[in-house]
């Protein structure tokens, strides 16, 4: 049996993490084995480059530095933690993946869709998620919700026209990637963007062979 790879993304302050919480609720209630890990980090070597990426310290570091580091903590999770999770059956939730590399440096730093793609090509071994949940919220509405939150990391702290780069990065991507990308409404109330989220996890499980991933009672 084979396991499934539901990757989240979206900008920062659209309310990714409140629905990944409820939807690993959801799949475990329905007997699914769920794994839940995130971007950068995920592993002891991705949290010690995340630490590198995001401190506000390095105001130094060049686009392709990061672009590289972001995929060296990806290479890292996916060989030590997805792949083993998708060879047990296990549905896998990931919160960020090689979108978040395209999105942020491939057009938010300017290097290119191709470029950063190659690199994470190689670095996730050509791994795809099954499904892409993305989280669309307005820049302006993500810069106020990120400022609300304060302690803004290297990334967040950037102004306005780099985030509006993302966010047209993200339809870009929505567009290239239709068969695979959801695009959600986050500005709706947290309980329509869950049931939402539910129908599209229950229409997905039900087609192939995912309605056979391992569940939690399996040995």
Do not use: W
Not at 96 to 122: A, H, M, P, T
Not at 125 to 137: A, C, K, R, S, V
Request: charged content about 25%; aromatic content about 6%.
């Amino acid at each position: 049996m084979r396991g499934l790879l539901i990757t989240i993304e979206g900008m920062d302050g659209s309310g990714k993490t409140t629905q990944i919480g409820l939807m690993k609720a959801f799949l475990e209630g329905n007997n699914y084995k769920v794994l839940m890990t995130r971007e950068p980090g995920g592993t002891v070597i991705g949290e010690k480059i995340r630490e590198l990426i995001l401190d506000k310290e390095h105001q130094e570091m060049s686009f392709i530095a990061e672009a590289l580091l972001y995929s060296a903590s990806r290479a890292q999770l996916v060989s030590q933690v997805i792949k083993p999770a998708l060879s047990r059956g296990e549905i896998v939730i990931c919160d960020r993946f090689v979108d978040s590399s395209l999105v942020y440096q491939g057009k938010g730093r300017g290097l290119g869709y191709d470029e950063v793609k190659k690199i994470n090509d190689f670095a996730t071994q050509g791994l795809e998620p099954d499904l892409t949940l993305l989280f669309n919220i307005d820049p302006e509405e993500s810069l106020k919700r990120i400022s609300v939150r304060g302690k803004e990391d290297r990334l967040e702290q950037e102004k306005l026209p780099f985030h509006q780069q993302v966010h047209s990065a993200y339809k870009d991507l929505a567009a290239m990637f239709s068969d695979r990308i959801i695009v959600i409404n986050a500005g709706q109330p947290i309980e329509t963007i869950q049931k939402e989220i539910e129908d599209i996890l229950m229409s997905l499980l039900e087609e192939g062979d995912y309605n056979e991933v391992s569940n939690c009672n399996c040995p």
